[in-house]
């Protein structure tokens, strides 16, 4: 069963919360959503109880909790290593399940992680065991698995260096994603730095049923919002529709919240948050709660007239909501279940289906799977040969032991199903697909939440579709992206034309959860004769040596290291897949930076004119010839920029590689705060239109700086080739703390002045 809660914390903070709901609500003078509740509730010392102006104000929060996973906290342990503490101040926890290949089956593939990647995963344990932090082992589960089943708790703040850590949303928290800087400042005691967000209100009434599931919630959502369309906000999830919902259901949906830019999702305690903490193991959980029912959800005044407490309100009918499948290439291509054959005939997109995926973080719940089992037991028993691969990931060695113990793996492999490990796997590019063709296109359908190009397999013409695993096991039984399992029918290998009845599950398993070794080894009770050892030679793991500050007369001369055309996630920024075993070493992995970035004036990824030898090189090359020759560089970007992952090496690589400002039309959240974080300047254009005036061949210097103060714009001179020069005019987010931290080179550096 589940791990030891950490009790006493939760008995502090329910026995305070409810006094601190009640002195906000007074200061405040009027009703406060749940988010509101939250927020206020863990505000730093150093922000009073106050009216904080969404998306405007800065303001201070004190988490309750940081999760890591392997990945990025190679990065923000090296990091942490630095700031001079003995341990961590909050409870914190690392959990191994970025870096296990799904290839051959869950136990070849565990077993070959754990030999190729024992370095990372023995520098990861020793790290938690001297600094007080939980470690979950490789094989253990997905991080946001593990945190809803064990760590999550209603009414709760905590942070998470994963953009899909508003999983723990499900079990009502305000659980949001960030880089690694900033769980070192939480880590470290400091107070954690948040623009107040916005709050969209999304009312559910009705229903789920039949074919339709939690997941079409949130992709009908993405629809709606786009992916950058809850940038800056917390999506707060009420109405008779959301008590409806179970608590893992919820979580899906908050989960996949990520890829609307959401700053986190959120939905208040009811019954099936309590069922679900009760057959976790943590019944005294749900005792606290129940006795603050009240103040762990919006206040009945916000949800009767949302229009005037949210500032923006979203209705959605679930009782006449259809199956979504979302895609290719991007989250928020929203199609009904009944326009999406005719969206891909429309399109050309590959109508045979060649991979269908289930599991990952945000949907593998016993709910899902037991549903999804059950279509693959119609589909034995009615005789139907499965026309695509078909994978199951598993989201916690909890899951994966308590599903087969009740037959559901037995029902998948029946079906010709391959169970891989208990971590992320093809979510994060972490699979080595056979016999995929990379020039041909072609078609897979996963339950995920991202699918950007390239993100699964490493192939642009992979075609990839989200859907619920219901959708996903359908699809890929009938083998084709054709077929609407709610109105057509199969022909089975007997000639006769069957239907697939709707998938039926269970919310919880009847014979409650089970596991034998769950994976959890705790932190030593004195850590500091322990000893972080790295060796000098490593390719895994390198001691971080501080940035330092930006001066005024390196913005001067400056060039152009590349100007990325369209979408540039944190995916082309810094790809996952085979890149992500070098995530502990930042020389090594800033082999990859901007290598998947469009470039503007070729239309090429990874290849930019070089203006010192006048040759095109690959990105990172043409950076290290600059930074030799002590030539500062600028990228440049369109809209939302830095969309998807939390990973800050995104941040770091580039400043690593001697650019010094990144300029876009707009950035996604959570990558602005990680250039900040990294003493970087992230600047936006005043006019949009400007990003057509920066030339390859230009010259820059941003004029400003050294006077720069919060608001104020900086001045963009391009020295263009032919003599002529223009002046761009710059917006400038930072706050005093985040010019302070440029004063300083780094966040971190700040942090560990004041703390030494």
């Keep these: ?91 914190s926890t690392v959990h191994c399940d970025h870096l296990i290949l799904a290839k051959d089956g869950a136990d070849q593939d565990l077993k070959t992680s754990n030999i190729e990647n024992s370095e990372v995963f023995d520098f990861l344990k020793s790290i938690s065991t001297k600094y007080g932090i939980g470690f979950w082992k490789p094989g253990a589960g997905i991080i946001h698995q593990i945190v809803l089943e064990n760590y999550a708790f209603p009414g709760g703040m905590m942070i998470g260096t994963d953009s899909h850590t508003p999983n723990a949303g499900g079990l009502g928290m305000v659980a949001i994603g960030v880089g690694g800087a900033d769980a070192v400042d939480v880590m470290a005691g400091m107070p954690w730095e948040l623009k107040m967000p916005k709050l969209i209100g999304v009312k559910l009434t009705g229903a789920l049923s039949g074919w339709t599931s939690a997941k079409d919630v949130i992709l009908k959502v993405a629809g709606i919002l786009t992916v950058k369309g809850g940038t800056g906000a917390i999506v707060e999830y009420f109405g008779d529709g959301a008590k409806s919902l179970s ?72 009782s006449s909501l259809e199956p979504h499948v979302n895609g290719p290439y991007t989250p928020d291509l929203a199609w009904p279940i009944s326009e999406f054959a005719k ?31 059950s279509l693959a037991r119609q589909a034995v028993e009615k005789k139907l040969k499965v026309k695509s691969e ?103 290998e007997e000639g006769v034309w069957v239907r697939l009845d709707p998938p039926v599950g269970h919310e919880l398993p009847p014979k409650g959860f089970d596991v034998e070794d769950a994976g959890y080894v705790a932190p030593a009770e004195n850590g500091h004769e322990i000893q972080i050892n790295i060796n000098p030679s490593s390719k895994r793991l390198q001691i971080l040596t501080p940035f330092e500050p930006i001066k005024s007369d390196q913005l001067r001369g400056m060039r152009v290291l590349i100007k990325a055309k369209g979408k540039c996630t944190t995916d082309h920024i810094s790809m996952a897949g085979p890149w992500l075993e070098f995530r502990g070493h930042l020389e090594n992995i800033s082999n990859n930076c901007l290598i998947g970035a469009t470039n503007y004036f070729n239309g090429e990824a990874n290849k930019v004119l070089n203006l010192y030898n006048n040759e095109y090189m690959g990105v990172p090359d043409s950076a290290r010839v600059y930074k030799a020759q002590g030539i500062s560089t600028v990228v440049v970007g369109e809209e939302n920029y830095g969309e998807g992952s939390s990973r800050e090496h995104a941040a770091m690589e580039p400043r690593h590689l001697g650019v010094k400002a990144v300029i876009v039309k707009s950035f996604a959240r959570i990558h602005e705060t990680n250039l900040k974080k990294q003493g970087m300047l992230a600047l936006t254009f005043a006019q949009l239109s400007d990003y057509d005036l920066i030339r390859q061949d230009d010259l820059l210097e941003i004029k400003g700086y050294e006077s720069m103060t919060p608001g104020k714009q900086l001045e963009l001179v391009l ?36 703390l030494i």
């Design 719 to 754: 020295a263009h080739s032919d003599g002529s020069k223009d002046s761009i005019l710059l917006n400038n987010t930072y706050n005093q703390q985040q010019i302070e931290w440029l004063a300083e080179g780094s966040a971190l550096n700040k942090i560990r002045r004041e």
């Design 343 to 373: 969206a891909v005939k429309d399109n050309g997109y590959p109508e045979k289906l060649e991979v269908g995926l289930i599991g990952s973080c945000t949907n593998s719940s016993y709910e899902d799977l037991s549903r999804a089992a």
């Design 390 to 492: 078909f994978t199951v990931t598993p989201g916690s060695e909890q899951i994966r032991y308590t599903i087969d113990r009740d037959g559901l793996l037995n029902d998948f492999e029946k079906m010709g199903g391959v169970v891989l490990a208990n971590a992320c796997g093809p979510c994060i590019g972490q699979w080595a697909r056979h016999n995929a063709n990379p020039s041909k296109k072609n078609s897979i359908i996963t339950s995920f939440n991202r699918n950007f190009s390239k993100r699964n397999d490493g192939n642009a013409n992979t075609h990839a579709f989200v859907a619920s695993p219901e959708i996903v096991t359908a699809l890929a039984i009938a083998g084709t992206l054709n077929f609407n399992p709610l109105t057509d029918t199969l022909e089975n």
């Design 247 to 318: 608590c893992t259901g919820k979580g899906t949906i908050c989960n996949m919240g990520a890829e609307i830019g959401a700053t986190t999702s959120t939905f208040g305690y009811d019954e099936s948050m309590a069922k679900y903490l009760k057959a976790t193991g943590r019944a005294t959980v749900a005792d606290l709660c129940d006795k603050i029912a009240s103040d762990l959800t919006g206040d009945p005044e916000c949800y009767a007239s949302p229009e005037k407490y949210f500032d923006q309100v979203i209705h959605i009918d679930l």
């Design 1 to 91: 069963m589940s791990q030891p809660f950490d009790f006493d914390l939760l008995k502090n903070h329910y026995e305070n919360f409810s006094n601190k709901v009640k002195s906000a609500r007074s200061i405040l003078g009027r009703p406060l959503s749940l988010s509101e509740k939250i927020l206020y509730g863990h505000l730093h010392p150093e922000s009073p109880i106050q009216e904080y102006a969404r998306g405007k104000d800065y303001v201070f929060f004190a988490p309750d909790r940081v999760a890591m996973q392997d990945a990025t906290a190679q990065m923000a342990l090296l990091q942490f290593m630095t700031c001079g503490k003995s341990k961590t101040a909050v409870p």
